[in-house]
């Protein structure tokens, strides 16, 4: 991907991730309304590669994931749940066949193993069927993994990192929710020297609420 295209997807995210940002920074309305309740978010999910090319990169195009997140749920006026968060998030993209391209003049053969850590907020609207939109930038990195590579760190590819999506939570009890969601994940390459990561993630979640 060219720099001129990077440009409106940096943006784009960078937007987001302040909004979010300026969101998780009012908490002073949340306190009065509701006292804030400790919120531990499990996603499971599958990653479905957009960039790099998964035919020319022998890569799979779906993968496997997961998502561990935990931060503290407010109750707003109007029915509104805000929930500034941190977490990590683990991705795995298969090797299709041959070797993979992972940084400037290396090729090596492997699985990708997408890394990300993050910082954001989530926000829904509604009591027992909650739509909720979320934002979270943060650090990533990648490894490969497979004979021979012994899970090494592929250099410089890694840096910001920036994810955007939906879900639907139903809250089943008072202290527990699921629901489906999905989202866009943007990871930058330091170096250059490839497409930056670029996928769509499908999946569940689990909030428990204490």
């Given amino acids: 991907m060219s720099s001129s295209s990077r440009r409106p997807v940096l943006s784009v995210a960078l937007a987001s991730a302040c909004a979010c940002a300026a969101v998780a920074l009012y908490p002073s309305e949340a306190r009065a309304a509701h006292n804030g309740q400790f919120d531990l978010g499990i996603d499971g999910e599958a990653p479905v590669l957009l960039a790099p090319s998964p035919t020319q990169d022998n890569l799979s195009l779906v993968g496997g994931g997961f998502k561990i997140r935990f931060g503290d749920q407010f109750r707003l006026r109007g029915g509104i749940r805000l929930t500034p968060e941190v977490g990590y998030a683990f991705d795995h993209i298969f090797t299709s066949a041959g070797d993979t391209p992972v940084s400037q003049g290396v090729v090596a053969t492997g699985d990708w193993n997408m890394n990300r ?21 943060g650090y990533a990195f990648r490894t490969i993994s497979g004979a021979g590579n012994a899970n090494a760190e592929i250099f410089g590819q890694s840096g910001f990192t920036f994810d955007t999506g939906v879900a639907l ?22 170096d250059g020297a490839q497409s930056s990561p670029q996928w769509l993630a499908f999946g569940g979640h689990l909030d428990i609420l204490f």
């Fill in 169 to 190: 939570d139903f809250h089943l009890a008072r202290h527990l929710s699921i629901g489906p969601h999905a989202e866009y994940v943007f990871v930058s390459n330091s």
């Fill in 117 to 137: 850590f993050f910082a954001g907020a989530r926000l829904g609207f509604g009591r027992w069927v909650v739509p909720t939109v979320y934002a979270h930038a």
